[in-house]
């Protein structure tokens, strides 16, 4: 059973990762094309590709004492481990968990990943 695991910085909400153009559709915003680049910075040596389904754990550390819906937290944090081919897809993660870490296990503004193949 193959894992992988990564610290990235504290992700955008998804309310930030894009914005509608006058042509129709949407794209990226800077804020989230900025965070994308930090995260790649963080991208750990050795992708894993997992193959299946996958469960992830999340442990976000809080980045300030503002008041955050930790669900929005998700989505970027999903589409970068496609975009470096760790998932070929992320509805392959069938169990997730999001939580936020103590102070002792993450440090403020990071996100902590761990993702596992199901058995």
Do not use: H
């Amino acid at each position: 059973m193959k894992s992988f695991s990564a610290i990235l910085p504290f992700p955008p909400s998804v309310n930030n990762l894009f914005r509608n153009i006058a042509r129709g559709g949407r794209v990226k915003t800077a804020k989230y094309c900025a965070w994308e680049k930090q995260a790649d910075a963080a991208m750990p040596s050795g992708i894993v590709k997992l193959q299946g389904e996958v469960i992830a754990v999340y442990v976000l550390g809080r980045p300030d004492r503002r008041r955050r819906d930790i669900a929005n937290t998700e989505k970027a944090v999903g589409d970068t481990l496609v975009r470096w081919g760790v998932l070929e897809d992320d509805c392959q993660i069938v169990d997730i968990r999001l939580r936020w870490g103590r102070a002792d296990e993450i440090k403020p503004g990071e996100c902590r990943v761990e993702l596992v193949e199901a058995a």
